[in-house]
């Protein structure tokens, strides 16, 4: 992974020269844009953490100054910032950022989401496997779940463990499933399987369609566990039979 350390040194030394009239200093000058610096401190937590307060700032500030809020309510602000930063020179020094970024959105849509059912695994035993082969399964509103060429689902949850040593994950694809149980938004990393399912299932394939093709695109691993794994999760919300 790149020096963090040695790319915030650098980060700052380019900005010292003209501070004056960055907004680094403006921030503090302007109650609503201060504001919405605040509101991406709450949304992106982990970027705030894995960058420094400094350094968060001054790269905020530039993303406040480029895609100010539309809106009063800030909630909610900072939909398109891991886009941002992905676009950004920081991108090229800290690849996993913008996943990081993406998983910190994710985790506020799930606080924010509706409620809604959970699906209980043992309420499946009035069921036969027909007819849980050709049901649809909803999504629970709050279930969010993305896929990264990057560790950035390790690297996020590793900075949730303020005990954590020395962050080092294996450099490889990684998927992350958040859910949301009692108010409180779950994260837990998954493998191709479980990103594919999901994904069948929410554009409408039955769980009979789901598991064949994840089957066929990962043929190592065990679809009977992933599927109780998503179950278990919390993750879905209801069936919808189909042909019955």
């Known amino acids: 992974m790149p020096d963090l350390a040695t790319f915030q040194r650098h980060f700052v030394a380019t900005i010292d020269g003209s501070r004056a009239g960055h907004p680094l200093l403006a921030v503090y000058r302007n109650t609503a844009f201060k504001g919405a610096i605040d509101a991406l401190a709450d ?8 960058l420094g307060s400094d350094m968060f700032v001054a790269l905020t500030s530039e993303f406040v100054s480029d895609i100010p809020p539309d809106s009063p309510v800030l909630a909610a602000y900072g939909a398109g910032f891991a886009d941002w ?4 020179p920081i991108a090229q020094a800290l690849p996993y950022l913008s996943g990081v970024a993406r998983i910190d959105r994710l985790r506020t849509e799930s606080h924010l989401a509706a409620e809604g059912d959970t699906l209980d695994p043992a309420s499946l035993s009035a069921i036969s496997a027909e007819q849980w082969s ?3 399964a909803l999504l629970h509103p709050a279930t969010r779940f993305g896929w990264f060429t990057v560790p950035a689902p390790s690297i996020w949850l590793a900075h949730l463990d303020p005990h954590a040593a020395e962050i080092a994950p294996e450099w490889r694809a990684e998927g992350v499933l958040l859910t ?3 108010g409180a938004v779950i994260a837990q990393r998954i493998g191709p399987a479980e990103h594919r399912i999901l994904f069948g299932l929410r554009l409408g394939e ?6 064949t093709v994840a089957a066929g695109l990962y043929p190592d691993s ?15 919300s209801s069936l919808k039979p189909k042909g019955f």
């Open 43 to 50: 949304n992106y937590p982990t970027i705030a953490l894995i």
């Open 85 to 88: 930063v992905e676009a950004q």
């Open 134 to 136: 050709k049901s649809a």
């Open 180 to 182: 949301r149980r009692d």
């Open 206 to 211: 039955t769980i009979g369609q789901a598991a």
């Open 222 to 236: 065990d679809i009977t566990s992933a599927f109780r794994d998503i179950l278990a999760s919390g993750a879905l």
